[in-house]
Each structure stands twice: as structure tokens, then as C-alpha cells.
């Protein structure tokens, strides 16, 4: 296990937000973490990347107690794409993945032209080296999000961590970066564990799932034994359901849509009624 | 790059060569060439006219231009350094109070202890550093480590000095004392001499050096907090360090000549439109920017009126409608977060 966690309380001030966590994660393999708004699962990602310090418990990365390591010796195991990012200068998006190179990066150096191709070469994976002179600012979110994952592939660690990357992305984008992280996640043998909100991107995407409610783990499994109808309804809330489209593909879906302000004026029944109708893709 | 080098180095002599003629006595080009291939004290027998001349030339007219681009290029530098840390465009390298501190420095040498160029100097560098730790214990009494918290600390620090200013002030003798602190309080080289260059280039080359060495680090800096410690920075640790360096170099230079103001924050936003925000290139072109600006801005100060302007007079009047021309032009993307 590339990434071992055991036991964890963890929290702002005095009151732990996420408490007794046990989690691991494997090489070659995606894990989403999922759970509702507020349920933890930003503050786990902040205590893997130990920006957060842990209250109890403990996190091994590599076989190898997370607390007794140095900063930049994190930061060469530990990748992190932030969920939002902006900068108060108008960088280019190349100067921007640059700065991942850091860690290797002697203080008083400049990137040489090795970094400069690896970092060129890290932007050509995720589609965007068209986009090297152009100021970070002023690209798309979904942009700015895949200079963002560039930045943390030229990182070049064994574990990468994901914060919503899906938030601020458009439908097509957020399948594009998912299809992006699978690929990326084999054949780097990468370990990478993203929270997520969509159980559909989950589904597709993602091997291990670990749900957290109310700061525990609710269910912790492969995907496809996991991801089941009672567990999203404890974890998500009691309005979700499972289906499988005419077309054959997997989706979850509300189980009843609340009736609306102007079909309530017409008091007809049929509203009350379950949603049923199937929704293809 | 390299030809905008050359054309920068080239408008650089040449502005030298003209701050070096203009003055109140005023040295032909060909005369300022002959003087500095002769070199200072020269064993010349040459008498009356020359001799003047070559006493004026080496012992004010050259400490002044060296001092001006010495602390021109240190401030600004500063400046630079300050709009990186505080991930804010605005910011200036007196935003931790290391002005405010100088000038109570200044004033209290003035009035209490020997009104002598080096006592006041000392005493403005010492207060100038002061002022700027205290902002930071008081920030780091604060659970919140956030740079705007360290912001605020500077502006309390800054708002205590500048009340204490004011109150010595008031109790300074109105005929000679309060004339002096005013004056300092706006700046001027007019004192510049060989021994205040060997006060503050110890401070300063080293420092800008420095800063130009680690600059490549302040690119991350910028970023959030957060996403500087993942890519591996200590960021606590660099901040320190850098506003140690870069407090040190403002308080060289405003302990030498008082209060340079404008020139910290408009010299980085010059430098960006001509090499771009990147802070490798940012920083040494901040430097050279800023030596180059207060020279000139120092010759106007000291030639366009029969007595002395104060020099912060010149750069505001100079450098404010800079930065509004900048603000309308540069676009948008220089001064806001988002697009």
C-alpha cells in the first residue's frame, strides 16, 4: 500500500471534523472520497498532504511515517491539484508548472532546460502545450484546472491528490480530466485519490471508493461492491437511487424531484408521484 | 532579450553621463570623460578652475549619482520582493512599517541625541528594523499566519512611529530642529558622500544579490499557501527570510537619505511591462529600473529649482501619473486576480 492510514482524528482548533479513519490506497489505482458538503473529506486530503496536523492516529506514505518527514521530502511523494486556482500575477501557464519543480530544485537555481522539456512534456499529457506562453489568467477554468494537473504530474510523485477536480468544469470537461486521471493512473502507476460528489463520475472512473459521513467512514470498498443503493442513501441522503439507462449505462439519479412552484399552481397529482422516468446520457 | 539588455545598459551610461554634467555647476561632457578617466585625487598640478572642479566632480557630484542608483535599485528591489510575498500588486516595501520606523529614528537622533549625519543614520536603520520585527511578533501572536495578518501588524506598528514622529515633532525647536526632521522626512541625497557609501554598500550589493540568487523561489511564493508548502517550500521560513533581506536594504537606503516614497511601488510594475512578471527576470530588471529612475529623478530634484527639491517631492510628482497612465494601458490582467 502505497498509502496507509490508520486511525485518524483530525480537525480545526479543539473539535475534530473527521475522526477514526482508516484508509488505504494502492499503486495503479484511483480512490474517491466522497460525502456531503462539510462531511471531511477536504480536511482528510489536508491531512494526507500534512498541511493539517493530525490530532491521532497515523498516515504512512510508502511505508514511511508521514510526520517525521520534511517538507520537501512530502512534496517529492505528494502531488496536490487544487480545487480553484488563480494568481495575482499573470504567469504563463509554463511558468506555472514549473514551480512544481521545486523539490528537486536547488534554492538559488533556476530551472534548467532539462526541467523546462520535462515540464513542456508534462503539459503535452494533459493536452494543453499549446498553451505555454499564454498568461495563466487568462485561459478557461477547465484550462486552468489541466495546467494545474500538468503542474502536478511535472511534480513527478507517486501519489497525487485531487481536491473537487471536477467542481468548476463543464459536462464534457469533467469526463475529459476523470478519462485523463484513469489513464494517467495506470500507466504512471500512480496512487490517486481525488474527492468527488458525482457518484456517476465515481462509478466509471474511479476503482475504490470510501464514503465518509459526519467525519467516519461509512463504507470503504472496490467501486463496483460499494457503490450500492442503501449506502448512498445512508451517506448522500435518502433522495438518490441506482439505475441502469436503456442504452445499458450505469447512473444514479434522484429518486423523486420536489414538486416546483408552477406545476404546484396547477394541483395535479402526477407530481407527487416518483420519479421514475429514465434519464439516458 | 539580450539587444533589450544592450539598449537598457546603453540608455543607462548615457543617463549617467548627463546626471553626472547637470548641477549647479555645470561639467561639459567632454570635461565629466577627462575627470573620470583621470580618476579622484589625481596627483594633477592643475590649478584654480580645475582643481574645483575636480573636487566638486569626485567628492559630491559621483558619491550622489552611486548612491542614488545604489538605493534607487535596492528599494525597488524591495518593492518587488513585497508584491511577491503579499501576493499583492500594491504592496510597498514600507508596508511593515520600516519607513515609519526610520523616520521616528531620525526625528528622536535629531532632537535628543547628536544631530550628526552618522548618529541619525544608525538611528533610523536601528528604529527602520524595529519596527518592522515588531510588526512580525505581533503577527506571530496571531493564530492566523496568513500574510494579510502580517499586513495589518505593519500598518498598527507604522500608525504608533508615526505618532511618535508627530509627537517629537511638536516638541522640536520650530527654527532649526523641525526644518531638519522634515526634511528628512521627505528625503533628499544632498548629504551623499563617499563615507555613507560605505555605510550602506555593505547593506545593499549583498542584498540585491541575494534577492536576484532566490529569485526563482518568489515565483511560488505568490502562489497560496497551501500550494507552495505542496510543491515542497517551507513558506514561514522564505518569507522571513526575504523580508529580512529586503528590510534591511530599505532601511540602508532610507536611513542614508529619508523617506524615498513611490519609487518601491511603482519601479516593479515599470519592470513587469518590459520583462514580464516572472521573477527571475522581474528582479533584476526591478533593480536596474529603480537605480536608473531615482538618478534621474534626483538630478531633476536637485537642478530644476536654485535650492533642493525634497526628493519623495520629485518621485510622487513623477511617479504617481506613471502608475495612473500604467493602470489605464497595461490592461486589466496586471492589476486584478481574475479575468
Known amino acids: 500500500m502505497t498509502l496507509d492510514i490508520r486511525h485518524l482524528t483530525a480537525g480545526y482548533g479543539k473539535k475534530p471534523v473527521i475522526s477514526d479513519i482508516n484508509m488505504t490506497a494502492a499503486a495503479g489505482r484511483i480512490c474517491a472520497i466522497m460525502g456531503r458538503n462539510g462531511s471531511g473529506k477536504t480536511t482528510l486530503l489536508r491531512c494526507i498532504n500534512r498541511v493539517l496536523p493530525l490530532m491521532a492516529g497515523s498516515i504512512r506514505i510508502m511505508g514511511e511515517d508521514a510526520t517525521q518527514l520534511a517538507r520537501h521530502h512530502i512534496a517529492q511523494k505528494i502531488s496536490v491539484v487544487p480545487q480553484a486556482a488563480f494568481s495575482p500575477f499573470a504567469f504563463s501557464c509554463l511558468d506555472m508548472v514549473l514551480m512544481a519543480g521545486a523539490p528537486r530544485i536547488r534554492a538559488w537555481a533556476a530551472p534548467s532546460k532539462k526541467e523546462i522539456c520535462s515540464a513542456a512534456a508534462a503539459m503535452a499529457e494533459t493536452g494543453i502545450d499549446h498553451m505555454k506562453n499564454q498568461p495563466f489568467n487568462a485561459v478557461s477554468g477547465g484550462e486552468r484546472q489541466l495546467v494545474m494537473l500538468a503542474r502536478a504530474l511535472f511534480q513527478q510523485t507517486p501519489i497525487m491528490l485531487l481536491d473537487e477536480p471536477t467542481a468548476h468544469l463543464d459536462f ?12 494517467l493512473a495506470r500507466k504512471r502507476k500512480m496512487t490517486v485519490v481525488i474527492t468527488l460528489h458525482d457518484p456517476n463520475l465515481s462509478h466509471y472512473y474511479c476503482d475504490d471508493v470510501v464514503l465518509i459521513h459526519q467525519g467516519r467512514i461509512a463504507a470503504a470498498g472496490t467501486t463496483a461492491d460499494t457503490l450500492t443503493d442503501t449506502v448512498l442513501t445512508r451517506v448522500l441522503g435518502d433522495n438518490i437511487q441506482l439505475d441502469v439507462t436503456t442504452k445499458g449505462v450505469f447512473v444514479a439519479v434522484p429518486r423523486t424531484i420536489p414538486p416546483k412552484m408552477d406545476d404546484m399552481a396547477d394541483q395535479s397529482l402526477e407530481n407527487q408521484k416518483p420519479y421514475n422516468k429514465k434519464v439516458s446520457l | 532579450m539580450k539587444k533589450k539588455w544592450a539598449i537598457l545598459g546603453s540608455v543607462f551610461f548615457l543617463a549617467a553621463l548627463i546626471c553626472l554634467c547637470i548641477g549647479r555647476y555645470p561639467i561639459h561632457p567632454d570635461q565629466v570623460i577627462r575627470l573620470l578617466l583621470t580618476g579622484p585625487g589625481a596627483d594633477n598640478p592643475a590649478t584654480g578652475n580645475i582643481a574645483d572642479q575636480m573636487k566638486i566632480f569626485w567628492n559630491i557630484r559621483v558619491p550622489r549619482v552611486i548612491m542614488t542608483v545604489l538605493a534607487g535599485a535596492g528599494i525597488s528591489t524591495a518593492g518587488a520582493v513585497f508584491q511577491a ?24 537622533a535629531i532632537i535628543f541625541l547628536v544631530p550628526a549625519a552618522i548618529v541619525i543614520q544608525t538611528s533610523a536603520f536601528v528604529f527602520g528594523i524595529t519596527a518592522v520585527t515588531l510588526a512580525y511578533i505581533l503577527a506571530g501572536l496571531s493564530r492566523d499566519r496568513s500574510p494579510s495578518v502580517l499586513v495589518i501588524s505593519g500598518i498598527v506598528i507604522s500608525a504608533i512611529f508615526q505618532a511618535g514622529l508627530s509627537f517629537i515633532m511638536y516638541l522640536a525647536n520650530p527654527y532649526d530642529q523641525l526644518a531638519q526632521i ?9 548629504t551623499a558622500s563617499w563615507a555613507k557609501i560605505q555605510a550602506i554598500l ?72 518590459l520583462s514580464g512578471p516572472e521573477h527571475t527576470r522581474l528582479i533584476p530588471m ?11 529623478m ?3 530634484a536637485r537642478s530644476v529649482l536654485l535650492s533642493e527639491i525634497p526628493i519623495s517631492i520629485v518621485t510622487s510628482f513623477f511617479g504617481a501619473p506613471f502608475l495612473g497612465y500604467l493602470v489605464i494601458h497595461a490592461g486589466k490582467a496586471r492589476f486584478s486576480h481574475d479575468t
Open chain 2, 182 to 190: 522634515i526634511f528628512w522626512t521627505m528625503g533628499s541625497f544632498h
Open chain 1, 172 to 183: 464534457t470537461n469533467q469526463h475529459r480530466i476523470m478519462a485523463l486521471m484513469h489513464t
Open chain 2, 298 to 300: 534626483d538630478t531633476v
Open chain 2, 286 to 296: 526591478s533593480a536596474f529600473l529603480g537605480g536608473l529612475f531615482l538618478m534621474v
Open chain 2, 85 to 108: 510575498l503579499f501576493r499583492n500588486p500594491l504592496a510597498a516595501p514600507d508596508i511593515l512599517g520600516v519607513t515609519a520606523g526610520a523616520g521616528f529614528g531620525a526625528a528622536l
Open chain 2, 202 to 273: 555593505p547593506v545593499l550589493v549583498p542584498g540585491i544579490l541575494a534577492l536576484v540568487l532566490f529569485s526563482w523561489r518568489l515565483n511560488i511564493m505568490t502562489q497560496t499557501e497551501e500550494d507552495a508548502l505542496s510543491m515542497g517550500i517551507p513558506v514561514m521560513r522564505w518569507r522571513i527570510f526575504y523580508v529580512v533581506v529586503s528590510t534591511l536594504m530599505v532601511a540602508a537606503a532610507v536611513a542614508a537619505a529619508g523617506t524615498v516614497a513611490w519609487i518601491g511601488l511603482i519601479v516593479p510594475h515599470i519592470a513587469r511591462y
